[in-house]
């Protein structure tokens, strides 16, 4: 069975689709390969940050793109937050967006 990428809403949508066109390429190539591995993809495409929470891992020329996602019951990988990077760490305004958003997620099911 494959799993299933959503966004957490219309917001997260479009802040993912309005990516810079070569990180957005890599972006949707990722989810692509999520869809088929699912927990199992790992580095160098996505990686753990804690708390239930992963990233994927874009770059290109136009910088480093990140999405911040979670996992649910029945395969479902839900897309909290997405962003371009600006710095080395993942800046931590970033995180906690992510992070309230699970906890809506989780509270929902």
């Not at 160098?44 to 649910?72: D, H, M, W």
Request: some cysteine.
């Amino acid at each position: 069975m494959a799993w299933v990428i959503e966004f957490f809403d219309e917001k997260v949508e479009a802040e993912t689709l309005a990516l810079p066109s070569k990180i957005l390429a890599k972006m949707l190539h990722i989810f692509e390969l999520m869809e088929i591995a699912g927990a199992q993809l790992g580095e160098p495409y996505t990686k753990s940050l804690g708390n239930g929470l992963f990233e994927v891992r874009a770059k290109a020329q136009e910088g480093i793109g990140r999405s911040i996602y979670c996992y649910q019951k029945g395969q479902k990988i839900i897309i909290l937050h997405s962003f371009v990077k600006k710095e080395q760490k993942t800046p931590k305004r970033d995180l906690e967006i992510a992070l309230k958003r699970k906890k809506e997620v989780d509270n929902e099911n």
